[in-house]
């Protein structure tokens, strides 16, 4: 996906379809993406200085879901120098608009675009706890293939 592409895909609304729409993300964005990161996790919050790094680095991959009240998820991707491989580092949906099919929308246009730069893996660790993206991930596709015990800041299991 270009800076300048944006991909409009119709999301699950309880009242109304909404239209998402998915993009690179900017330093215009930088004050939603640090909201929603504080609004969304207790701990392992992305700093605002690690987004504007993520921001200004090639090799990253950070795309925003905005829906018709604004920036409304993100999805952050790193790619591995000198491999084929690329990491799902962090995903987020506001809380307001979980639910809507965005954050499988998200992954998806994070697929494509590491796919376009090279890459034919893409690894993730997710809490053991976090059920919802646990069953997004296998709906999706992916596979368990390992455990990493006292990954998070709380101590939890990736």
């Known amino acids: 996906m270009s800076s300048e592409a944006q991909e409009q895909i119709p999301v699950r609304g309880?009242?109304?379809a909404a239209e998402l729409r998915l993009r690179d993300a900017s330093l215009d964005d930088l004050d939603a993406l640090v909201r929603l990161e504080d609004a969304s996790f207790d701990s392992d919050r992305l700093s605002r200085r690690s987004f504007r790094r993520f921001l200004q680095n090639d090799t990253d991959f950070l795309l925003v879901a905005e829906i018709e009240t604004g920036v409304a998820g993100y999805i952050l991707l790193l790619k591995h120098r000198?491999?084929?491989?690329?990491?799902?580092?962090?995903i987020c949906v506001d809380t307001a608009a979980r639910g809507l099919g965005i954050a499988a929308a998200l992954m998806r246009a994070g697929e494509d675009a590491v796919r376009e730069r090279g890459c034919a893996y893409l690894r993730l660790e997710v809490r053991r706890d976090n059920e919802p993206a646990i069953q997004l991930y296998r709906k999706l596709g992916y596979r368990l293939f390992g455990t990493i015990p006292h990954y998070y800041e709380d101590d939890q299991e990736a």
């Open 82 to 90: 000198g491999t084929r491989l690329a990491r799902l580092y962090s």
């Open 14 to 16: 309880a009242a109304r």
